[in-house]
């Protein structure tokens, strides 16, 4: 069974930077996308952006174009996902999400990354 | 970048039949698109309920079914289901870049 497991909570100062990372197990990580959404309080999911780990290439959303960097470590199983000049709008939960017979299959349990002064 | 836009919010009563539509900015909502939807319920993830369309992933039971309808992806909750109540979310693919819509509040009454 996949499984997939976030690192703990951040709280970063505003201009900051965290690295989230996703750890997988169960099943073959390289083949399956890993898809990064996060959630602000109270508010609708929003796509960051995602990696296919055997080729390494990366896509964005618009919005976070320029300050994010989603990587994928084949040898540990992991991605992560990077997100700099942080602000208080990117206080949010970041979920990590893996493709099986679905873009969507599988989510970690999701990381809360507060941004605050 | 495109806007999905949903219902904020919709009520069905118990056993009774609703309709969620996801349309976008740029035009009709196509199979193109990749529309899938999501169930959350508060304090936990999402959970994949229709991909490309139509197409149901293993758990959710069968009154729930996807479509195109009007230039829109759409949810039909047949039967709903105190259990139903949750914020659905669409998710569109353009060209391999992907954008939720705002969320439908659902509430069974």
């Known amino acids: 069974q996949v499984q997939l497991v976030q690192s703990g909570a951040e709280v970063k100062k505003p201009g900051s930077s965290v690295k989230v990372s996703c750890k997988a197990s169960?099943?073959?990580?390289?083949?399956?996308?890993i898809s990064w959404v996060r959630q602000a309080p109270g508010q609708g999911l929003e796509w960051v952006g995602r990696?296919?780990?055997?080729?390494?290439?990366?896509n964005y959303a618009q919005k976070f174009q320029g300050r994010v960097t989603i990587t994928a470590d084949k040898s540990t199983s992991t991605a992560y996902m990077e997100l700099s000049s942080l602000r208080s709008e990117d206080t949010a939960v970041y979920y990590c999400?893996?493709?099986?017979?679905?873009?969507?299959?599988?989510w970690g349990q999701g990381t809360l990354v507060s941004v605050s002064s | 970048q495109a806007v999905v836009t949903q219902e904020p919010s919709l009520t069905v009563s118990p056993g009774g039949t609703v309709t969620l539509t996801c349309g976008s900015s740029t035009g009709a909502v196509t199979s193109g698109h990749y529309p899938y939807w999501f169930q959350q319920k508060p304090g936990q993830a999402p959970r994949t309920l229709i991909y490309?369309?139509?197409n149901k992933h293993s758990w959710p039971p069968a009154r729930f079914s996807g479509s195109l309808l009007g230039g829109k992806a759409a949810l039909t909750l047949s039967g709903a289901q105190p259990e139903d109540e949750a914020e659905y979310y669409c998710?569109?693919?353009?060209?391999?870049?992907?954008?939720f819509g705002g969320g439908t509040k659902l509430t069974v009454l």
């Open positions: 490309d369309t139509s």
């Open positions: 169960g099943g073959t990580f390289s083949s399956y996308t």
């Open positions: 999400a893996r493709a099986g017979s679905t873009d969507f299959d599988y």
């Open positions: 990696i296919i780990p055997i080729l390494g290439i990366a």
């Open positions: 998710l569109l693919s353009y060209s391999g870049v992907w954008v």
